[in-house]
């Protein structure tokens, strides 16, 4: 029978999960390794389960490590939300918070979370940067980012939320007048809408085995939105989020034999976070949304 967790070990859980590793951890809170490594030990021997692959100076949440991290979030949430009321959430919620994300997060599937935040907190005013730069905690221009990779800043609050995939979509007014494709070689003999100066769609086919160069892409434009709306109206294939491509009736989801790797989704903010109630509210909140996405 497990006795009753040490909430300092799921603490240290979080920390280990949130930033990497042992050493990283220890960094950023400016702990010590030998506990961290201490704690996860004693953690791992109470429940019986093995929580982290270790490799290289990382440590990667085995399965059953990603479920304990779901439940010890959970806990922590429920921590914090009992810590704002006792400080006074009426005072301390309130004011501005500046989130970004891709075009495609801030388009499709950020405005109905936001929405549902702004009934939940109504003092709370957020800032939504449509954006695909790289730099924009760095450079402080954010309070919060959404971001496909997991950020490496030492001075960076992070934690992976889940994952999105992505896919092949068509417009149906284009399958009826092409036969879809089935295996990879038959995408070649189809309409493709790419991306101009950005090498990442001609990256996603290589995990189809095509090897294409820019000029492949008979429609090309860096623009997200427009890209889209130029497969949407049936001008040929191209890839979107299966959260986004599956909300458009206009479009189906090819059934290639090849799939692309699921992408990571993560959350990042500065270290501010853990004494910014008002940020970490709306970290929080998107933390749980996010966590729903694909699932």
């Not at 799921?10 to 590793?21: C, D, M, N, T």
């Not at 929580?51 to 979030?73: K, P, S």
């Not at 992070?158 to 092409?178: H, I, P, Q, W």
């Not at 799939?259 to 976070?273: I, Q």
Request: proline share 4%.
């Amino acid at each position: 029978m497990i006795k009753e967790l040490d909430w300092n070990l799921l603490q240290s859980f979080i920390a280990v999960s949130e930033h990497g590793s042992f050493s990283a951890a220890a960094r950023a809170t400016k702990g010590s390794q030998a506990t961290y490594s201490r704690h996860i030990a004693t953690l791992e021997a109470q429940l019986d389960s093995h929580l982290f692959d270790r490799a290289n100076g990382a440590a990667e949440l085995t399965q059953r490590g990603m479920e304990v991290l779901q439940h010890a979030l959970e806990m922590a949430d429920a921590a914090g939300r009992l810590s704002l009321d006792i400080e006074g959430r009426e005072s301390s919620l309130s004011g501005t918070v500046r989130v970004t994300a891709i075009t495609t997060v801030s388009t499709y599937i950020l405005p109905s979370i936001l929405a549902e935040l702004r009934l939940k907190e109504p003092g709370i005013d957020i800032e939504l940067v449509a954006s695909n730069k790289t730099d924009n905690l760095l450079r402080r221009e954010a309070d919060i980012a959404i971001r496909m990779y997991r950020p490496t800043q030492a001075d960076l609050f992070a934690r992976k939320v889940g994952e999105t995939s992505f896919d092949l979509f068509a417009a149906n007014s284009y399958l009826e007048r092409n036969p879809a494709p089935r295996t990879a070689d038959e995408i070649l003999n189809h309409e493709f809408v790419g991306f101009d100066k950005s090498d990442t769609i001609i990256n996603a086919l290589k995990r189809f085995g095509l090897n294409v160069s820019r000029e492949f892409f008979s429609c090309r434009c860096d623009d997200p939105i427009v890209y889209w709306n130029m497969i949407v109206a049936g001008y040929g294939i191209g890839f979107n989020q299966v959260e986004v491509g599956e909300s458009e009736p206009k479009v189906s989801r090819l059934d290639v034999s090849v799939k692309p790797n699921p992408v990571p989704m993560w959350l990042a903010a500065h270290s501010e976070l853990k004494t910014n109630p008002r940020v970490r509210r709306v970290f929080d909140f998107l933390a749980m949304k996010l966590s729903e996405i694909g699932h």
